[in-house]
Protein backbone atom coordinates (compact mmCIF):
# COMPACT_ATOMS: atom_id res chain seq x y z
CA UNK A 1 0.00 0.00 0.00
CA UNK A 2 2.71 2.67 1.20
CA UNK A 3 4.39 1.47 -1.96
CA UNK A 4 1.77 2.51 -4.53
CA UNK A 5 1.48 5.71 -2.79
CA UNK A 6 5.35 6.73 -2.97
CA UNK A 7 4.75 5.54 -6.58
CA UNK A 8 1.63 7.92 -7.14
CA UNK A 9 3.55 10.78 -5.20
CA UNK A 10 6.79 10.06 -7.68
CA UNK A 11 4.30 10.17 -11.17
CA UNK A 12 2.49 13.25 -9.63
CA UNK A 13 5.85 14.99 -9.71
CA UNK A 14 7.49 14.12 -12.89
CA UNK A 15 4.36 15.00 -14.51
CA UNK A 16 4.42 18.65 -13.17
CA UNK A 17 7.55 18.71 -13.53
CA UNK A 18 7.11 17.78 -17.36
CA UNK A 19 4.75 20.65 -17.81
CA UNK A 20 6.85 23.19 -15.67
CA UNK A 21 9.56 22.41 -17.94
CA UNK A 22 7.53 23.00 -21.71
CA UNK A 23 6.01 26.12 -19.81
CA UNK A 24 8.94 27.96 -19.30
CA UNK A 25 10.20 27.08 -22.86
CA UNK A 26 6.98 28.37 -24.24
CA UNK A 27 7.20 31.49 -22.42
CA UNK A 28 9.02 34.56 -24.52
CA UNK A 29 12.30 36.29 -23.39
CA UNK A 30 13.35 39.30 -24.49
CA UNK A 31 17.05 39.81 -25.78
CA UNK A 32 19.44 42.21 -24.73
CA UNK A 33 18.95 44.16 -27.58
CA UNK A 34 15.83 44.76 -26.51
CA UNK A 35 16.16 45.58 -23.24
CA UNK A 36 19.10 48.34 -24.72
CA UNK A 37 16.38 49.40 -26.88
CA UNK A 38 14.16 50.79 -23.98
CA UNK A 39 11.66 48.44 -24.09
CA UNK A 40 9.11 49.34 -21.14
CA UNK A 41 8.92 46.21 -18.78
CA UNK A 42 6.00 44.56 -18.12
CA UNK A 43 3.66 45.68 -14.99
CA UNK A 44 3.45 41.35 -14.01
CA UNK A 45 5.85 39.38 -14.55
CA UNK A 46 3.28 36.76 -14.56
CA UNK A 47 1.25 37.77 -16.97
CA UNK A 48 0.94 36.59 -20.31
CA UNK A 49 0.78 38.70 -23.53
CA UNK A 50 -2.35 38.37 -25.81
CA UNK A 51 -1.06 37.15 -29.35
CA UNK A 52 -4.13 39.49 -30.80
CA UNK A 53 -4.22 42.46 -28.28
CA UNK A 54 -5.54 45.69 -29.07
CA UNK A 55 -2.75 48.26 -28.47
CA UNK A 56 -3.47 50.99 -25.61
CA UNK A 57 -4.94 54.24 -26.80
CA UNK A 58 -3.31 58.00 -25.53
CA UNK A 59 -4.59 59.45 -22.74
CA UNK A 60 -7.24 62.19 -24.34
CA UNK A 61 -4.62 64.94 -22.61
CA UNK A 62 -1.41 63.29 -23.99
CA UNK A 63 0.87 65.15 -26.46
CA UNK A 64 0.44 64.55 -29.80
CA UNK A 65 4.37 63.28 -31.50
CA UNK A 66 4.98 65.81 -34.26
CA UNK A 67 7.20 65.10 -37.14
CA UNK A 68 10.90 67.15 -37.93
CA UNK A 69 10.36 70.69 -38.25
CA UNK A 70 12.04 73.21 -40.51
CA UNK A 71 15.47 74.69 -39.39
CA UNK A 72 14.43 78.69 -38.59
CA UNK A 73 16.56 81.06 -40.85
CA UNK A 74 19.73 81.74 -39.04
CA UNK A 75 19.79 85.46 -37.85
CA UNK A 76 23.69 86.62 -37.20
CA UNK A 77 24.93 89.92 -35.16
CA UNK A 78 28.34 91.17 -35.19
CA UNK A 79 29.14 94.37 -33.31
CA UNK A 80 32.30 96.62 -34.31
CA UNK A 81 33.77 100.43 -33.96
CA UNK A 82 36.98 102.14 -33.89
CA UNK A 83 38.25 104.87 -31.83
CA UNK A 84 40.64 107.85 -33.26
CA UNK A 85 42.08 110.14 -31.34
CA UNK A 86 44.52 113.31 -31.95
CA UNK A 87 46.74 115.80 -31.30
CA UNK A 88 46.88 118.85 -33.60
CA UNK A 89 49.20 121.66 -33.37
CA UNK A 90 47.84 124.85 -35.78
CA UNK A 91 50.08 127.84 -36.22
CA UNK A 92 48.63 131.04 -34.79
CA UNK A 93 47.66 134.06 -37.31
CA UNK A 94 48.91 137.12 -36.23
CA UNK A 95 45.28 138.70 -37.25
CA UNK A 96 42.42 136.30 -37.35
CA UNK A 97 42.09 135.23 -33.25
CA UNK A 98 39.99 132.05 -34.06
CA UNK A 99 42.87 130.31 -35.95
CA UNK A 100 45.10 128.32 -34.43
CA UNK A 101 44.73 129.33 -30.51
CA UNK A 102 42.91 125.44 -29.91
CA UNK A 103 45.97 123.20 -30.12
CA UNK A 104 45.85 119.80 -28.28
CA UNK A 105 43.77 116.35 -28.28
CA UNK A 106 40.44 116.16 -30.04
CA UNK A 107 38.37 112.91 -30.86
CA UNK A 108 37.92 112.29 -34.37
CA UNK A 109 35.73 108.91 -33.86
CA UNK A 110 33.82 107.18 -31.23
CA UNK A 111 31.98 104.72 -33.56
CA UNK A 112 30.61 101.86 -32.25
CA UNK A 113 27.60 99.78 -34.44
CA UNK A 114 26.37 96.67 -35.39
CA UNK A 115 25.60 94.41 -38.37
CA UNK A 116 24.39 91.68 -39.73
CA UNK A 117 21.93 89.63 -41.77
CA UNK A 118 19.26 86.81 -41.92
CA UNK A 119 20.69 84.02 -44.16
CA UNK A 120 21.09 85.52 -47.57
CA UNK A 121 17.96 87.42 -47.69
CA UNK A 122 18.15 90.79 -45.67
CA UNK A 123 21.63 92.72 -44.44
CA UNK A 124 21.28 95.86 -41.98
CA UNK A 125 23.97 98.05 -40.35
CA UNK A 126 23.24 100.27 -37.33
CA UNK A 127 26.10 102.88 -36.15
CA UNK A 128 25.97 105.61 -34.00
CA UNK A 129 28.68 108.31 -33.51
CA UNK A 130 30.42 109.69 -30.01
CA UNK A 131 32.31 111.95 -31.17
CA UNK A 132 30.56 114.61 -33.61
CA UNK A 133 31.56 118.31 -33.20
CA UNK A 134 28.35 120.69 -32.65
CA UNK A 135 29.18 124.34 -33.47
CA UNK A 136 26.70 126.85 -32.51
CA UNK A 137 27.88 129.51 -35.74
CA UNK A 138 30.83 129.52 -38.17
CA UNK A 139 34.22 129.94 -37.12
CA UNK A 140 33.42 129.37 -33.30
CA UNK A 141 36.80 128.37 -31.85
CA UNK A 142 34.90 126.04 -29.45
CA UNK A 143 32.61 123.18 -30.09
CA UNK A 144 30.40 120.30 -28.15
CA UNK A 145 30.88 116.83 -28.60
CA UNK A 146 27.67 114.97 -29.02
CA UNK A 147 26.39 111.52 -30.16
CA UNK A 148 24.60 111.03 -33.54
CA UNK A 149 23.43 108.50 -35.84
CA UNK A 150 26.36 107.48 -38.65
CA UNK A 151 24.01 104.40 -40.48
CA UNK A 152 20.63 103.03 -39.82
CA UNK A 153 19.95 100.82 -43.20
CA UNK A 154 19.19 97.47 -44.22
CA UNK A 155 19.67 95.88 -48.12
CA UNK A 156 16.75 93.43 -49.28
CA UNK A 157 18.31 90.91 -51.73
CA UNK A 158 17.04 91.04 -55.36
CA UNK A 159 19.06 88.50 -56.72
CA UNK A 160 22.29 88.14 -58.67
CA UNK A 161 23.95 90.40 -56.05
CA UNK A 162 21.61 93.58 -56.34
CA UNK A 163 19.96 94.84 -52.84
CA UNK A 164 17.50 97.41 -52.23
CA UNK A 165 18.56 99.52 -49.66
CA UNK A 166 16.25 102.02 -47.41
CA UNK A 167 17.01 104.03 -44.34
CA UNK A 168 19.60 106.51 -43.15
CA UNK A 169 22.84 105.99 -45.53
CA UNK A 170 26.04 107.59 -47.49
CA UNK A 171 25.34 107.34 -51.20
CA UNK A 172 28.35 106.66 -53.77
CA UNK A 173 28.46 110.25 -54.71
CA UNK A 174 31.66 110.60 -53.09
CA UNK A 175 35.60 111.02 -54.81
CA UNK A 176 36.76 108.13 -51.94
CA UNK A 177 35.63 105.21 -50.99
CA UNK A 178 37.91 104.42 -48.32
CA UNK A 179 36.55 104.17 -44.47
CA UNK A 180 38.06 105.90 -41.89
CA UNK A 181 39.96 102.57 -40.72
CA UNK A 182 41.61 102.48 -44.06
CA UNK A 183 42.87 106.33 -45.55
CA UNK A 184 46.31 107.06 -45.53
CA UNK A 185 46.03 110.58 -44.18
CA UNK A 186 44.49 112.01 -40.97
CA UNK A 187 42.29 113.73 -42.23
CA UNK A 188 40.31 114.07 -45.91
CA UNK A 189 40.56 115.53 -48.62
CA UNK A 190 39.58 119.40 -48.97
CA UNK A 191 36.34 118.69 -50.95
CA UNK A 192 35.05 116.11 -48.60
CA UNK A 193 36.05 117.29 -45.26
CA UNK A 194 36.26 121.36 -45.99
CA UNK A 195 38.38 123.68 -43.78
CA UNK A 196 37.40 123.32 -40.15
CA UNK A 197 37.21 125.82 -37.76
CA UNK A 198 40.55 127.41 -36.21
CA UNK A 199 42.44 125.65 -39.39
CA UNK A 200 41.65 128.68 -41.54
CA UNK A 201 38.13 130.75 -42.63
CA UNK A 202 35.73 127.55 -42.16
CA UNK A 203 34.10 125.80 -45.29
CA UNK A 204 32.25 123.36 -46.33
CA UNK A 205 32.69 120.28 -48.05
CA UNK A 206 30.73 119.77 -51.83
CA UNK A 207 30.17 116.11 -51.33
CA UNK A 208 27.02 114.90 -50.07
CA UNK A 209 27.09 113.50 -46.58
CA UNK A 210 24.78 111.27 -45.27
CA UNK A 211 20.88 111.19 -45.67
CA UNK A 212 17.38 109.66 -45.42
CA UNK A 213 16.30 107.33 -48.38
CA UNK A 214 16.07 104.58 -50.35
CA UNK A 215 18.61 102.80 -53.32
CA UNK A 216 19.01 100.10 -55.38
CA UNK A 217 22.71 99.15 -55.83
CA UNK A 218 24.98 96.56 -56.48
CA UNK A 219 28.14 96.65 -54.75
CA UNK A 220 30.20 93.67 -55.30
CA UNK A 221 33.16 92.17 -53.26
CA UNK A 222 36.67 93.48 -54.33
CA UNK A 223 38.23 90.71 -56.84
CA UNK A 224 41.63 89.33 -55.90
CA UNK A 225 42.61 90.12 -59.64
CA UNK A 226 40.82 92.19 -62.22
CA UNK A 227 37.37 94.22 -61.86
CA UNK A 228 33.56 93.55 -60.82
CA UNK A 229 31.24 96.62 -61.63
CA UNK A 230 28.60 97.72 -59.85
CA UNK A 231 26.03 100.64 -59.34
CA UNK A 232 23.90 102.16 -57.43
CA UNK A 233 20.23 104.36 -57.88
CA UNK A 234 19.83 106.37 -55.10
CA UNK A 235 16.62 108.48 -54.08
CA UNK A 236 17.10 110.42 -50.74
CA UNK A 237 15.59 113.78 -48.68
CA UNK A 238 18.98 115.86 -49.41
CA UNK A 239 18.89 117.82 -46.36
CA UNK A 240 21.31 118.34 -43.32
CA UNK A 241 23.08 115.71 -42.74
CA UNK A 242 21.21 115.28 -39.37
CA UNK A 243 17.84 116.44 -40.44
CA UNK A 244 14.90 114.45 -39.49
CA UNK A 245 13.06 115.16 -42.52
CA UNK A 246 12.97 116.62 -46.20
CA UNK A 247 13.44 120.41 -46.21
CA UNK A 248 10.82 120.69 -49.36
CA UNK A 249 9.26 118.65 -51.61
CA UNK A 250 11.59 117.40 -53.99
CA UNK A 251 13.98 114.45 -52.97
CA UNK A 252 17.71 114.21 -54.08
CA UNK A 253 18.75 112.13 -56.80
CA UNK A 254 21.91 110.63 -58.06
CA UNK A 255 23.30 107.98 -60.01
CA UNK A 256 26.31 106.26 -59.53
CA UNK A 257 28.79 103.64 -61.92
CA UNK A 258 31.38 101.54 -59.91
CA UNK A 259 34.19 99.62 -60.45
CA UNK A 260 35.79 97.10 -57.70
CA UNK A 261 39.62 96.76 -58.79
CA UNK A 262 42.25 94.07 -56.77
CA UNK A 263 43.89 95.14 -53.39
CA UNK A 264 41.29 97.60 -52.57
CA UNK A 265 41.29 99.82 -55.55
CA UNK A 266 38.33 101.47 -57.34
CA UNK A 267 36.45 103.72 -59.74
CA UNK A 268 33.46 105.50 -59.41
CA UNK A 269 31.51 108.24 -61.24
CA UNK A 270 28.49 109.85 -60.30
CA UNK A 271 25.77 112.30 -61.35
CA UNK A 272 23.07 114.17 -58.54
CA UNK A 273 20.49 116.77 -58.56
CA UNK A 274 19.28 118.24 -55.23
CA UNK A 275 16.72 120.77 -54.66
CA UNK A 276 17.77 122.29 -51.48
CA UNK A 277 15.22 124.95 -49.15
CA UNK A 278 17.27 127.64 -47.43
CA UNK A 279 16.47 130.03 -44.61
CA UNK A 280 13.44 130.39 -42.58
CA UNK A 281 9.83 131.25 -43.61
CA UNK A 282 8.72 133.18 -45.19
CA UNK A 283 12.42 134.33 -46.50
CA UNK A 284 12.63 130.69 -47.37
CA UNK A 285 14.21 130.52 -50.44
CA UNK A 286 14.88 127.08 -53.06
CA UNK A 287 18.20 126.49 -54.35
CA UNK A 288 19.27 123.59 -57.03
CA UNK A 289 22.72 121.65 -57.14
CA UNK A 290 23.59 119.79 -59.99
CA UNK A 291 26.69 117.63 -58.95
CA UNK A 292 29.02 115.45 -60.34
CA UNK A 293 31.83 113.32 -58.82
CA UNK A 294 34.41 110.87 -60.21
CA UNK A 295 37.63 109.36 -57.94
CA UNK A 296 40.07 106.29 -58.56
CA UNK A 297 42.65 104.62 -56.51
CA UNK A 298 45.09 102.11 -57.85
CA UNK A 299 46.86 99.57 -56.27
CA UNK A 300 50.30 98.13 -57.67
CA UNK A 301 52.55 96.12 -55.01
CA UNK A 302 53.93 99.03 -52.89
CA UNK A 303 52.76 101.59 -54.80
CA UNK A 304 49.17 103.28 -54.29
CA UNK A 305 47.44 106.32 -56.50
CA UNK A 306 44.69 107.74 -55.99
CA UNK A 307 42.46 111.11 -56.62
CA UNK A 308 39.59 112.93 -57.26
CA UNK A 309 37.42 115.71 -58.80
CA UNK A 310 34.23 117.19 -57.33
CA UNK A 311 31.76 119.81 -59.60
CA UNK A 312 28.84 121.64 -58.31
CA UNK A 313 26.79 124.13 -60.02
CA UNK A 314 23.98 126.20 -57.94
CA UNK A 315 21.09 127.77 -59.64
CA UNK A 316 19.06 130.22 -57.39
CA UNK A 317 15.23 130.07 -58.72
CA UNK A 318 13.77 131.83 -56.05
CA UNK A 319 15.68 134.90 -56.48
CA UNK A 320 16.96 134.50 -59.98
CA UNK A 321 20.04 135.44 -58.72
CA UNK A 322 23.39 134.04 -61.00
CA UNK A 323 24.68 130.84 -60.80
CA UNK A 324 27.40 129.85 -58.33
CA UNK A 325 30.05 127.09 -59.51
CA UNK A 326 32.31 125.36 -57.37
CA UNK A 327 34.99 122.46 -57.74
CA UNK A 328 37.49 120.57 -55.46
CA UNK A 329 39.48 117.82 -55.59
CA UNK A 330 42.58 115.68 -54.66
CA UNK A 331 45.59 113.79 -55.80
CA UNK A 332 47.64 111.25 -54.07
CA UNK A 333 50.61 108.60 -54.63
CA UNK A 334 51.58 106.61 -51.27
CA UNK A 335 54.67 103.89 -50.81
CA UNK A 336 53.95 100.75 -48.56
CA UNK A 337 56.85 99.28 -46.84
CA UNK A 338 55.71 95.40 -46.07
CA UNK A 339 56.03 93.39 -43.09
CA UNK A 340 54.47 92.43 -39.78
CA UNK A 341 53.81 96.24 -38.80
CA UNK A 342 53.47 97.78 -42.36
CA UNK A 343 54.88 101.20 -42.79
CA UNK A 344 53.31 103.54 -45.72
CA UNK A 345 54.16 107.23 -46.56
CA UNK A 346 53.21 109.80 -49.19
CA UNK A 347 51.75 113.08 -50.24
CA UNK A 348 48.76 114.77 -51.05
CA UNK A 349 47.65 117.92 -53.06
CA UNK A 350 43.90 119.01 -52.17
CA UNK A 351 42.20 121.93 -53.91
CA UNK A 352 38.62 123.52 -52.59
CA UNK A 353 37.18 126.28 -54.28
CA UNK A 354 33.51 126.31 -53.00
CA UNK A 355 32.24 129.60 -55.12
CA UNK A 356 32.87 131.21 -58.13
CA UNK A 357 30.84 134.08 -56.64
CA UNK A 358 33.38 134.88 -54.68
CA UNK A 359 37.16 135.61 -56.22
CA UNK A 360 38.90 134.72 -52.61
CA UNK A 361 37.37 132.02 -51.22
CA UNK A 362 40.33 129.09 -52.97
CA UNK A 363 42.05 126.98 -50.73
CA UNK A 364 44.92 124.74 -51.65
CA UNK A 365 47.52 122.42 -49.21
CA UNK A 366 49.97 120.03 -49.63
CA UNK A 367 50.76 117.48 -47.23
CA UNK A 368 52.66 114.77 -46.35
CA UNK A 369 52.13 111.73 -44.75
CA UNK A 370 53.03 108.42 -42.63
CA UNK A 371 50.94 105.47 -41.35
CA UNK A 372 52.18 102.72 -39.30
CA UNK A 373 49.81 99.83 -38.52
CA UNK A 374 50.21 97.59 -36.19
CA UNK A 375 47.51 94.38 -37.03
CA UNK A 376 48.51 92.33 -34.21
CA UNK A 377 46.69 95.15 -32.12
CA UNK A 378 44.63 96.19 -34.60
CA UNK A 379 45.78 99.66 -34.41
CA UNK A 380 46.97 102.15 -36.95
CA UNK A 381 49.59 105.41 -36.21
CA UNK A 382 49.24 108.41 -38.49
CA UNK A 383 51.16 111.80 -38.89
CA UNK A 384 49.90 114.49 -41.17
CA UNK A 385 51.79 117.47 -41.55
CA UNK A 386 50.30 120.33 -44.31
CA UNK A 387 51.07 123.56 -45.89
CA UNK A 388 47.93 125.08 -46.23
CA UNK A 389 47.70 128.21 -49.18
CA UNK A 390 44.75 131.01 -49.39
CA UNK A 391 44.04 133.17 -52.53
CA UNK A 392 45.07 137.00 -51.93
CA UNK A 393 43.58 138.93 -49.20
CA UNK A 394 42.55 135.48 -47.06
CA UNK A 395 46.16 134.14 -46.99
CA UNK A 396 46.10 133.23 -43.23
CA UNK A 397 49.54 131.83 -41.10
CA UNK A 398 47.68 128.56 -40.79
CA UNK A 399 50.16 125.70 -41.21
CA UNK A 400 49.34 122.28 -39.14
CA UNK A 401 51.02 119.38 -37.89
CA UNK A 402 48.42 116.08 -37.05
CA UNK A 403 49.37 112.98 -35.18
CA UNK A 404 46.96 110.51 -34.65
CA UNK A 405 45.89 106.99 -33.07
CA UNK A 406 43.27 104.57 -34.02
CA UNK A 407 41.95 101.44 -32.75
CA UNK A 408 39.72 99.09 -34.12
CA UNK A 409 37.68 97.09 -31.93
Do not use: C, W
Not at 132 to 146: A, M
Not at 167 to 177: A, H, I, M, N, R
Not at 381 to 403: S, W
Amino acid sequence: MRLRVRAAVVAHGLILSVFTFGSAHAQPVSSPSQADAGAPPTANADEKAEPNATPAKPAPDAPIAEGPKPAAPKFTMEAFGYLRLQYKVVRNDPTVVFVGRDDGFELQNARFGVRGKLQDLVAYKLALEGAVDERTQVNDPNGKLRVGIKDAYSDVSLGSGITARAGYFESLVQTDLDDDTSREMVDKPLEINGVRPTQGYQTNGLTPGRSLGTAIRLDPAPPESGVRFGFELAMQNGADEFASDNDNDTPAVSASGLARLAHGGFAVASVRYNRRTEGDLPLRRTEDDFQGAFGAKIVAGAVSVGGGLFFQRTEFPTTGGPARTGYGGHGQAFFTVPGTTPFAFGYRFSILDPSSLILTDRVMEHSIGAVLAVPAYRMRFQLEITHAAEQGARQLTNDRAQIAAELAL
